[in-house]
């Protein structure tokens, strides 16, 4: 009938000893009592309400008690943070107990203190500006599609006020975002090269206000992507633009990454960037290589799926041998932004039958075309970098070392290797522009120095740390010789081997394949413990 | 059919009402006639039917409670397939008789089928009456029927239901055919019927329909047509500055128009030249926004002349400092309007881990005060924060203020001025009116008045016995009023320790109040779901405004004095008409309590902030405009605009407060987990 029943009464007498209660005064006490706590929670929920709450506290109920003229009930302050809770019995339905933990006094007194709570303080900001909310993020984000309010509509007719009919425009930009818009794109399309345009693209990286231009954003990036793949700067300047906007902490690009996404992958796999030589899409590669895995890194939690995508792409870019070899080098590069792991499981297992590929494409006997061998040389150091990072990775991983100093030594060696593989990866610019610079010096002049140009000797100046065709080509046949010796040596140190790699079988495979593929030019990659005991 | 069944029924009917006259007289009557019945019985002829009608009522007189149920399940069914056109004006009957049939069952002690009663039918009136069934519900017995403040006053009072001729006449023809006699008797006693004739009216406006007089139809009405002076002060600073307005000659108007006409152009020009000066970008969308609310007040212009009434207060007098400040800021106002938008600035209070329970703003926005469950009020300079912003944390540690006394050792560490002094949660702060003093009310009953310049509590007014729930500083300082959870409002002067006045009246709670812009009422919002207002001078109760479903948390007065607005926890807001104590239009739109409202300083918006975390900003005159066109209309509900919606970042506003300038200041508390 009741919320309490007599039964209740009964129960709580016999907890404070009387054991003889009479069942018609427990009968009439019942409804007395949940009278009585009903009148205790109105008076509660008025002590809620003037402390502007919408939450009911056991302050609340103190208070509320304390009205009353009744002792509040101690031991059930809620301030702690965590609240009291009361928990069923085992094996009773409606049987409940308060989860009261013991505390060891031990625990209580050697535990750190706490924190300290931040002391209350007053911020202020403009809530609206002339009745317009300025996008701050103090404020609440704008909602940037508004649904058409045709429910309201019919309501507002029947009272026969003025109704305002709101057009069902589905977004609304002020003024001044358009403008923005307008600039940005100008720019981008026109003025890449500008201070003007970092200065753009700092504010797309920070201002907070952008949120209702990224649909804007994103469709005009996917137009000039598929339009303009032939204009070099252009494609740059948006790749820049998208990760300006992925660096924007106050923008939410997830539900606009697949209209993203294609243009950016566009821009690493596509056969073609830009119509001149001297647009060195390389670099743009390298760049979009690297765009494509910070948006990996940030939304493969959100999209499982966005990864393995990516992944599968690029890997049936690098697998097709009918692709042009410029698609293979974006999709090396963008495996290998995607981690070292990646290209340890999808590249290195391939790297084989690849390098047998690529190598006659290499050969200035097999191919004669200087700008073909360039590129397969390219993607050459693609393959080795993206290589060499994995194993360095891998072996990194590798934490024993038998010496006990190792761990210093390690530490300096981490540093060596950082430098040695940035050497390495500085190299091959200059490498790449020399060999541009080779490009173009006889195109600008005439066309038949080309021919002069593969002399090793108008290269030979260049020879000293950079790999011309044919020194490496050169060194290439002295690594085999020495290979054969180092093969020698690892056969007569078996034993030393077989406890490194008795750690890790893998690497120390992985290792002697890599070193098999690409000679010593691994060995930057390689910290010199490991080094040691390879050698 | 046996007499002395009759008799014997008579005489217990009788015993029981405790009709003691009459029973003896019909004992003696029975006496006179018995001989003479014995002697020819034939005489005595008894119609039957007559027999049957006593027994029968007899028998239903025995309580059987299952009348009741019987007869309120009829009476629903009956209502609820009759005509279409008729039946939501016959639905209205049910709630009373529901609730009162409820009560009759408790009251004879029938509490069990008083329960089966209240279960089988409460969904009916859940939708609309939910806190009070939340509230009837706990009656369990008798005496909880006599304590209870709720049930008491809806025994002691009737319901006024409006209903159209025909649908009352379709009423008694049913009670009378179904000889439901209980239905008939509650009816009868409990509802008090306005019957119009004609058709029925809409269903949209039952709010006003169904009403429950707290204290008797009668007395509110009686109450409600005492007269009122809600017009101005004479002499106010405002009409000193429009009378100097006057004065300046102006030439290149039209002296054809009316005085305030004038009055108003020229309040516009200096304003114009001095934003100029301030910022030029704004200027121009200014003067778009004056050439736009000039078309407006001409036409408002007529309206807008409010009375002139003597205060009844000896009123402070104001520094000539003071005085200019105020006629500078008057000048310098920006003029509001559904095309021309408040600019809102927004204090948003951080780390108060649940524990703030007001916050309060000065005038002009430059003191932030915010009342604290742990019984401290701190108050912030925004004048201060505002140097220290971007590296707060370092400069706090620097600066150092003269309050050392009260904020103890690591004074100069806080950013804030720390006064403790209450014993209990403080409920309510407010500031005078040029910021120098302030004011709070706390649980331990006692109010206090604290100097922002001294830094310190100058008196501590006791009083009231229950928490002080609300405290309000008059609108020319001085004086202040109180209300409380013992169902008084008190006023205060300063320098009394003693209340001025106590209003007592309201039945539950006062959990609000607010003063009239004339200091010559103040306005009161109780839990008891209705907003009084009463004559200081008198201390008399001269308007009851009923209307509001559930407790009232909000009050504001609009400045030409003519208009009310309050907030219930439901989010709805009510805009009341002072003279005729009658609403204008409800103000649908908030989900959640509406802890505060605020008129601009000329009166044509209302802002309202609510825990749903919005800002909504209201069309005032465009409402008012609409009542006087749509006065003869009846039965269309009269909403005001919103003008517009501004969402906070998950912080409920807990104060508004316009500037003299018409600047709008919100306060609230950031609150992540709701």
């Given at each position: 009938?009741?919320?309490?029943p007599?039964?209740?009464?009964?129960?709580?007498?016999?907890?404070?000893?009387?054991?003889?209660?009479?069942?018609?005064a427990?009968?009439?006490?019942?409804?007395?009592?949940?009278?009585?706590?009903?009148?205790?929670?109105?008076?509660?929920?008025?002590?809620?309400?003037?402390?502007?709450?919408?939450?009911?506290?056991?302050?609340?109920?103190?208070?509320?008690?304390?009205?009353?003229?009744?002792?509040?009930?101690?031991?059930?302050?809620?301030g702690?943070?965590?609240?009291?809770?009361?928990?069923?019995?085992?094996?009773?339905?409606?049987?409940?107990?308060?989860?009261?933990?013991?505390?060891?006094f031990?625990?209580?007194?050697?535990?750190?203190?706490?924190?300290?709570?931040?002391?209350c303080?007053?911020?202020?900001?403009?809530?609206?500006?002339?009745?317009?909310?300025?996008?701050?993020?103090?404020?609440?984000?704008?909602?940037?599609?508004?649904?058409?309010?045709?429910?309201?509509?019919?309501e507002?007719?029947?009272?026969?006020?003025?109704?305002?009919?709101?057009?069902?425009?589905?977004?609304?930009?002020?003024?001044?975002?358009?403008?923005?818009?307008?600039?940005?794109?100008?720019?981008?399309?026109?003025?890449?090269?500008?201070?003007?345009?970092?200065?753009?693209?700092?504010?797309l990286?920070t201002?907070?206000?952008?949120?209702?231009?990224?649909p804007?954003?994103?469709?005009?990036?996917?137009?000039?992507?598929?339009?303009?793949?032939?204009?070099?700067p252009l494609?740059?300047?948006?790749?820049?633009?998208?990760?300006?906007l992925?660096?924007?902490?106050?923008?939410?690009?997830?539900p606009?990454?697949?209209?993203?996404?294609?243009?950016?992958?566009?821009?690493?796999?596509?056969?073609?960037?830009?119509?001149?030589?001297?647009?060195?899409h390389?670099?743009?590669?390298?760049?979009?290589?690297?765009?494509?895995?910070?948006?990996?890194?940030?939304?493969?939690?959100?999209?499982n799926?966005?990864?393995?995508?990516?992944?599968?792409?690029?890997?049936?870019?690098?697998?097709?041998?009918?692709?042009?070899?410029?698609?293979?080098?974006?999709?090396?590069?963008?495996?290998?932004?995607?981690?070292?792991?990646?290209?340890?499981?999808?590249?290195?297992?391939?790297?084989?039958?690849?390098?047998?590929?690529?190598?006659?494409?290499?050969?200035?006997?097999?191919q004669k075309n200087?700008?073909?061998?360039?590129?397969?040389?390219?993607?050459?150091?693609?393959?080795?970098?993206a290589?060499g990072?994995?194993?360095?990775?891998?072996?990194?991983m590798f934490?024993?070392?038998?010496s006990p100093?190792?761990?210093?030594?390690?530490?300096?060696?981490?540093?060596?290797i950082?430098s040695?593989?940035?050497?390495?990866?500085?190299?091959?610019?200059?490498?790449?522009?020399?060999?541009?610079d080779?490009?173009?010096?006889?195109?600008?002049?005439?066309?038949?120095?080309?021919?002069?140009?593969?002399?090793?000797?108008?290269?030979?100046?260049?020879?000293?740390?950079?790999?011309?065709?044919?020194?490496?080509?050169?060194s290439?046949?002295?690594?085999?010789?020495?290979?054969?010796?180092?093969?020698?040596?690892?056969l007569?140190?078996?034993?030393?081997?077989?406890?490194?790699?008795?750690?890790?079988?893998?690497?120390?495979?992985?290792?002697?394949?890599?070193?098999?593929?690409?000679?010593?030019?691994?060995?930057?990659?390689?910290?010199?413990?490991?080094?040691?005991?390879?050698? | 059919?046996?007499?002395?069944?009759?008799?014997?029924?008579?005489?217990?009917?009788?015993?029981?009402?405790?009709?003691?006259?009459?029973?003896?007289?019909?004992?003696?009557?029975?006496?006179?006639?018995?001989?003479k019945?014995?002697?020819?019985?034939?005489?005595?002829?008894?119609?039957?039917?007559?027999?049957?009608?006593?027994?029968?009522?007899?028998?239903?007189?025995?309580?059987?409670?299952?009348?009741?149920?019987?007869?309120?399940?009829?009476?629903?069914?009956?209502?609820?397939?009759s005509?279409?056109?008729?039946?939501h004006?016959?639905?209205?009957?049910?709630y009373?008789?529901?609730?009162?049939?409820?009560?009759?069952?408790?009251?004879?002690?029938?509490?069990?089928?008083?329960?089966?009663?209240?279960?089988?039918f409460?969904?009916?009136?859940?939708?609309?009456?939910?806190?009070?069934?939340?509230?009837?519900?706990?009656?369990?017995?008798?005496?909880?029927?006599?304590?209870?403040e709720?049930?008491?006053?809806?025994?002691?009072?009737?319901?006024?239901i409006?209903?159209?001729?025909?649908?009352y006449?379709?009423?008694?023809q049913y009670?009378?055919?179904?000889?439901?006699?209980?239905?008939?008797?509650l009816?009868?006693e409990?509802i008090?019927?306005?019957?119009?004739?004609?058709?029925?009216?809409?269903?949209?406006?039952?709010?006003?329909?169904?009403?429950?007089?707290?204290?008797?139809?009668?007395?509110?009405?009686?109450?409600?047509?005492?007269?009122i002076?809600?017009?101005?002060?004479?002499?106010?600073?405002e009409?000193?500055?429009?009378?100097?307005?006057?004065?300046?000659?102006?030439?290149?108007?039209?002296?054809?128009?009316?005085?305030?006409?004038?009055?108003?152009?020229?309040?516009?020009?200096?304003y114009?030249?001095?934003?100029?000066?301030?910022?030029?970008?704004?200027?121009?969308?200014?003067?778009?926004?004056t050439?736009?609310?000039?078309?407006?007040?001409?036409?408002?212009?007529?309206?807008s002349?409010?009375?002139?009434?003597?205060?009844?207060?000896?009123?402070?007098?104001?520094?000539?400092?003071?005085?200019?400040?105020?006629?500078?800021?008057?000048?310098?106002r920006?003029?509001?309007?559904?095309?021309?938008l408040?600019?809102?600035?927004?204090?948003?209070?951080?780390?108060?881990?649940?524990?703030?329970?007001?916050?309060?703003?000065?005038?002009?926005?430059?003191?932030?005060?915010?009342?604290f469950?742990?019984?401290?009020?701190?108050?912030?300079?925004?004048?201060?924060?505002?140097?220290?912003?971007?590296?707060?944390?370092?400069?706090?540690?620097?600066?150092?203020?003269?309050?050392?006394?009260?904020?103890?050792?690591?004074?100069?560490?806080?950013?804030?001025t720390?006064?403790?002094?209450?014993s209990?949660?403080?409920?309510?702060?407010?500031?005078?009116?040029?910021?120098?003093?302030?004011?709070?009310?706390?649980?331990?009953?006692?109010?206090?008045l604290?100097?922002?310049?001294?830094?310190?509590?100058?008196?501590?007014?006791k009083?009231?016995?229950?928490?002080?729930?609300?405290?309000?500083?008059?609108?020319?300082?001085?004086?202040?009023?109180?209300?409380?959870?013992d169902?008084?409002?008190?006023?205060?002067?300063?320098?009394?320790?003693q209340?001025?006045?106590i209003?007592?009246?309201?039945?539950?709670?006062?959990?609000?109040?607010?003063?009239h812009?004339?200091?010559?009422?103040?306005?009161?919002?109780?839990?008891?779901?209705?907003?009084r207002?009463?004559?200081?001078?008198?201390?008399?109760?001269?308007?009851?405004?009923?209307?509001?479903?559930?407790?009232?948390l909000?009050?504001?007065?609009?400045?030409?004095?003519?208009?009310?607005?309050?907030g219930?926890?439901?989010?709805?807001?009510?805009?009341?008409?002072?003279?005729?104590?009658?609403?204008?239009?409800?103000?649908?739109?908030?989900?959640?309590?509406v802890?505060?409202?605020?008129?601009?300083c000329e009166?044509?918006?209302?802002?309202s902030?609510?825990?749903?975390?919005?800002?909504?900003?209201?069309?005032v005159?465009?409402?008012?405009?609409?009542?006087?066109?749509e006065?003869?209309?009846?039965?269309?509900?009269?909403?005001?605009?919103s003008l517009?919606?501004?969402?906070t970042?998950?912080?409920?506003?807990?104060?508004?407060?316009?500037?003299?300038?018409?600047?709008?200041?919100?306060?609230?508390?950031?609150?992540?987990?709701?």
């Amino acid at each position: 009938m009741s919320i309490v029943p007599k039964e209740t009464i009964e129960v709580t007498a016999q907890s404070i000893g009387i054991n003889n209660l009479s069942p018609d005064a427990a009968l009439a006490l019942a409804p007395d009592v949940e009278y009585r706590l009903r009148e205790i929670m109105q008076e509660a929920i008025k002590c809620m309400r003037h402390s502007k709450r919408n939450l009911l506290t056991t302050e609340d109920v103190d208070s509320a008690l304390r009205l009353r003229n009744v002792e509040p009930i101690y031991g059930f302050a809620s301030g702690s943070g965590d609240p009291l809770r009361f928990r069923r019995a085992l094996g009773h339905r409606d049987l409940f107990y308060v989860d009261d933990k013991d505390v060891d006094f031990k625990d209580v007194i050697e535990a750190p203190l706490p924190k300290a709570p931040l002391d209350c303080s007053v911020v202020c900001h403009w809530l609206a500006i002339e009745g317009v909310q300025p996008a701050i993020p103090e404020n609440a984000p704008v909602e940037v599609i508004r649904a058409p309010s045709e429910t309201k509509l019919p309501e507002q007719k029947e009272d026969g006020l003025p109704v305002d009919i709101r057009l069902p425009v589905k977004h609304v930009l002020s003024r001044e975002l358009q403008l923005y818009f307008d600039k940005i794109t100008e720019l981008v399309v026109s003025r890449s090269d500008s201070v003007l345009f970092k200065e753009a693209l700092a504010s797309l990286a920070t201002d907070s206000g952008l949120h209702p231009l990224v649909p804007y954003f994103t469709c005009f990036i996917a137009d000039e992507v598929s339009h303009g793949l032939s204009n070099f700067p252009l494609l740059f300047a948006l790749m820049r633009l998208v990760w300006s906007l992925l660096q924007n902490p106050h923008i939410h690009i997830e539900p606009y990454l697949h209209q993203l996404m294609p243009s950016v992958v566009t821009c690493l796999v596509a056969k073609r960037l830009g119509n001149r030589l001297a647009d060195n899409h390389w670099e743009l590669r390298d760049f979009t290589a690297t765009v494509v895995a910070s948006i990996c890194k940030r939304f493969s939690h959100v999209y499982n799926n966005l990864q393995t995508r990516l992944t599968k792409t690029l890997l049936h870019a690098f697998l097709d041998p009918k692709r042009a070899i410029t698609q293979h080098y974006g999709a090396i590069q963008g495996l290998a932004a995607l981690g070292p792991n990646v290209v340890r499981l999808l590249v290195v297992p391939n790297l084989e039958t690849y390098l047998r590929l690529l190598e006659p494409e290499m050969l200035l006997e097999k191919q004669k075309n200087e700008m073909k061998r360039h590129e397969a040389w390219r993607v050459y150091g693609a393959l080795l970098s993206a290589a060499g990072q994995s194993i360095y990775d891998r072996l990194k991983m590798f934490p024993s070392m038998p010496s006990p100093p190792a761990s210093t030594v390690w530490k300096t060696n981490f540093r060596i290797i950082h430098s040695c593989s940035a050497n390495l990866l500085e190299e091959q610019p200059p490498a790449e522009k020399i060999g541009n610079d080779g490009a173009l010096v006889p195109l600008s002049n005439n066309s038949s120095d080309m021919e002069t140009d593969k002399d090793p000797a108008a290269l030979g100046d260049s020879s000293a740390g950079r790999s011309s065709p044919k020194d490496i080509r050169e060194s290439h046949s002295e690594r085999r010789q020495k290979r054969d010796q180092l093969e020698k040596r690892i056969l007569r140190t078996p034993a030393l081997l077989n406890q490194a790699w008795k750690d890790d079988l893998d690497s120390g495979r992985l290792l002697l394949l890599l070193f098999e593929l690409f000679g010593e030019s691994i060995f930057p990659f390689i910290p010199s413990p490991e080094m040691a005991f390879f050698l | 059919m046996d007499e002395e069944d009759i008799e014997k029924a008579v005489m217990t009917y009788l015993k029981k009402k405790g009709f003691k006259q009459t029973e003896l007289a019909f004992q003696e009557e029975q006496q006179r006639q018995h001989p003479k019945t014995a002697l020819n019985s034939t005489n005595s002829h008894v119609d039957p039917e007559i027999a049957c009608q006593i027994l029968s009522f007899s028998s239903e007189l025995e309580n059987n409670p299952a009348q009741y149920h019987e007869g309120y399940g009829k009476l629903r069914s009956w209502a609820y397939s009759s005509l279409d056109l008729y039946k939501h004006e016959l639905l209205r009957v049910l709630y009373p008789v529901f609730v009162h049939c409820f009560m009759d069952l408790i009251a004879k002690g029938h509490i069990q089928e008083a329960r089966t009663l209240f279960n089988s039918f409460r969904e009916d009136h859940e939708m609309m009456h939910a806190r009070d069934l939340q509230k009837l519900e706990g009656v369990l017995s008798p005496s909880h029927l006599e304590e209870m403040e709720f049930a008491h006053s809806l025994r002691q009072s009737k319901f006024n239901i409006k209903i159209c001729q025909y649908s009352y006449d379709l009423l008694l023809q049913y009670l009378h055919k179904t000889q439901s006699v209980v239905m008939l008797g509650l009816i009868n006693e409990h509802i008090n019927f306005q019957v119009s004739p004609g058709q029925p009216t809409s269903i949209s406006d039952d709010a006003e329909v169904v009403t429950f007089m707290g204290s008797g139809q009668d007395a509110t009405n009686l109450i409600n047509q005492k007269e009122i002076h809600w017009g101005l002060l004479e002499d106010s600073l405002e009409e000193r500055l429009e009378k100097a307005g006057a004065l300046v000659p102006d030439s290149a108007k039209v002296d054809g128009e009316a005085r305030e006409g004038e009055v108003e152009e020229n309040k516009k020009r200096p304003y114009e030249g001095g934003k100029q000066g301030a910022s030029l970008k704004k200027s121009k969308k200014d003067k778009v926004a004056t050439a736009t609310g000039k078309a407006s007040r001409v036409e408002t212009s007529t309206v807008s002349v409010a009375p002139r009434v003597k205060p009844e207060l000896t009123l402070p007098s104001i520094p000539a400092e003071v005085e200019h400040s105020i006629l500078e800021d008057l000048r310098n106002r920006v003029q509001l309007s559904s095309a021309a938008l408040p600019s809102i600035s927004f204090y948003t209070f951080i780390n108060t881990h649940n524990g703030l329970n007001c916050a309060s703003i000065s005038q002009d926005g430059s003191l932030v005060a915010g009342g604290f469950s742990d019984s401290s009020l701190k108050v912030w300079d925004m004048a201060k924060l505002g140097q220290q912003t971007g590296y707060a944390t370092s400069q706090i540690v620097e600066d150092s203020y003269p309050s050392d006394s009260l904020l103890g050792a690591n004074s100069g560490r806080k950013s804030y001025t720390l006064f403790q002094g209450h014993s209990g949660p403080v409920y309510s702060a407010t500031f005078s009116p040029f910021g120098d003093y302030i004011l709070s009310s706390s649980s331990d009953s006692t109010i206090r008045l604290w100097s922002t310049n001294l830094n310190t509590n100058l008196v501590c007014y006791k009083g009231h016995n229950y928490p002080v729930w609300d405290v309000q500083f008059s609108p020319v300082g001085h004086y202040f009023a109180s209300s409380s959870h013992d169902r008084t409002a008190r006023i205060w002067s300063m320098d009394r320790m003693q209340p001025l006045r106590i209003m007592a009246g309201h039945l539950s709670d006062v959990d609000c109040l607010q003063w009239h812009v004339n200091c010559n009422y103040i306005a009161t919002g109780s839990s008891d779901k209705t907003v009084r207002l009463w004559d200081v001078q008198s201390g008399e109760c001269v308007r009851i405004f009923i209307g509001h479903r559930s407790m009232i948390l909000s009050l504001a007065m609009s400045p030409d004095g003519r208009y009310m607005a309050s907030g219930d926890e439901d989010g709805t807001v009510m805009m009341w008409e002072l003279a005729s104590g009658r609403c204008i239009s409800p103000l649908v739109g908030h989900t959640s309590c509406v802890w505060t409202l605020a008129f601009s300083c000329e009166g044509s918006l209302l802002a309202s902030g609510s825990a749903d975390c919005t800002v909504k900003l209201w069309d005032v005159t465009a409402s008012t405009k609409l009542l006087k066109t749509e006065d003869n209309k009846t039965g269309s509900i009269n909403r005001l605009r919103s003008l517009k919606t501004l969402p906070t970042k998950s912080t409920p506003v807990y104060s508004l407060q316009f500037s003299r300038r018409n600047l709008l200041f919100a306060a609230g508390v950031l609150s992540k987990n709701t």
